[in-house]
């Protein structure tokens, strides 16, 4: 009986939705000791490692992030224009994660309003932020976040443009509550949140694909 129930429960377990396909992805842990570079240099670096992923065959996407789902994860202040205050969850946050264009794409987490990052998202002048099914039900409860202001890092802070909501994904755990969660492009990122991790959908076998990734990447960069 014992036996029975626990079954039961692990398939349970195993048809709680994550918001991101964990099967068909390869997490890449990158580190950048040893090399020389400017910390300016970093988000080159990494967008130089993320377009050599792309480019190589039986690879679908491919996308940096600083944070690691059930690994890692940032939390930064945020102001909106004329709110006094923001409601958040008892895990607290508001968590935010910068990633590269393709991100949502690559770990299969569904865009449900507006759009994911582009290209032309990267240059200063330019902020956008993407936030999850969450953060727009409590920031916004009857009005579309689209198109909205949020001020990342504090009141001084330049407005950054809502421009897609996302389905929510686990931050630590499979069973957890909700979070408050929105992503930036890496270039936008806080200096302390360095660049950890490249995430890569294959469009066939994973495992097929591990020793040529990581020849690929070394060859990249070199001494990484």
Request: glycine fraction near 8%; charged fraction near 20%.
């Amino acid at each position: 009986v014992g036996t029975g129930l626990f079954v039961r429960s692990l398939r349970q377990i195993e048809a709680v939705p994550l918001g991101m396909d964990v099967h068909r992805v390869l997490l890449t842990t990158l580190s950048l000791s040893g090399i020389s570079y400017k910390p300016t240099e970093v988000a080159t670096i990494y967008r130089r490692l993320e377009e050599t992923a792309r480019s190589m065959p039986g690879v679908r996407a491919a996308a940096v992030a600083t944070t690691v789902p059930f690994a890692s994860a940032w939390s930064e202040a945020v102001s909106v224009p004329g709110r006094d205050s923001l409601p958040l969850t008892r895990s607290g946050g508001p968590y935010f994660n910068a990633v590269g264009d393709d991100f949502f794409a690559t770990v299969g987490t569904r865009v449900l309003r507006g759009r994911g990052f582009a290209s032309s998202d990267r240059g200063p002048a330019q902020r956008v932020v993407v936030v999850n099914e969450t953060l727009a039900r409590l920031w916004w409860p009857t009005e579309s976040p689209l198109g909205k202001c949020m001020k990342i890092g504090g009141d001084t802070m330049p407005c950054a443009e809502v421009i897609g909501v996302v389905e929510n994904t686990r931050r630590f755990q499979v069973l957890e509550d909700e979070s408050v969660q929105f992503f930036i492009p890496i270039e936008h990122r806080p200096n302390y949140a360095q660049p950890s991790a490249l995430f890569v959908r294959p469009a066939g076998d994973p495992a097929q694909l591990i020793g040529p990734l990581r020849r690929r990447l070394q060859s990249a960069v070199p001494n990484l």
